[in-house]
């Protein structure tokens, strides 16, 4: 069970994700972040112009497990109590995506924004979203009617230590969510995918 045949080969198809207890987790609070998009035409507004200077937008998120109750939880960034977004962010131009989700990370949920007193582990890129234009509307694909995409999302699996001190600003709040409620669509289109894109992973829950 769990393996198939490709290419005359056996190859494991159930990948293990060790996750640890959301009690093992330090969680403080930091000077807030300056929010440039109010409103989301500033948002389309700010869009365009990166658009116009730089072209297709690269964005990286990372998606963090805990264990609550026996269940695994993702961890979600509220904003102004009023949607949701996983932690990451635009990259720089020439940047790499493992550099520049390790830079917003630390620049996130680190005390120190160079991100030294903290070693993030990046690993596999789970699935893609792509938005065609400067709405809000964003595609697990990249449509065929689309020549030149606006802004792509990667969604990379970041392994937390058994023991880590987030540093959130005062701006944002940091949720646990169980991922048997995410599903729901609650939090977005991008973050309602994420149970699915786990699916392809047993989880282990490691005790203190």
Do not use: T, W
């Given at each position: 069970m769990g393996e198939e045949v490709i290419n005359g080969n056996l190859e494991s198809t159930n990948r293990v994700v060790d996750i640890y207890p959301l009690?093992?987790?330090?969680?403080?609070?930091k000077q807030p972040l300056i929010d440039r998009d109010e409103t989301l035409a500033e948002r389309a507004q700010r869009m365009r112009a990166n658009y116009a200077s730089c072209g297709l937008r690269t964005r990286v998120e990372a998606v963090l497990l805990v264990e609550l109750l026996k269940h695994p939880h993702l961890l979600l960034l509220q904003v102004k109590n009023s949607f949701f977004k996983l932690p990451g962010g635009r990259l720089r131009p020439g940047e790499s995506e493992i550099n520049g989700l390790k830079r917003k990370l630390s620049s996130k949920l680190s005390i120190n924004e160079d991100g030294f007193d903290t070693e993030w582990e990046?690993?596999?890129?789970l699935g893609k979203w792509w938005r065609p234009d400067f709405e809000t509307l964003m595609?697990?694909?990249l449509p065929t009617r689309v020549r030149k995409p606006k802004e792509c999302t990667k969604l990379f699996l970041v392994n937390l230590p058994i023991t880590q001190k987030f540093s959130v600003p005062k701006n944002l709040k940091m949720l646990a969510v169980p991922l048997f409620q995410i599903h729901e669509n609650t939090y977005g289109p991008v973050i309602a995918g994420v149970p699915q894109l786990l699916?392809?992973?047993?989880?282990n829950f490691i005790e203190n």
């Open positions: 009690s093992n987790y330090v969680f403080e609070s990046v690993g596999e890129c595609y697990p694909y699916s392809r992973f047993s989880i």
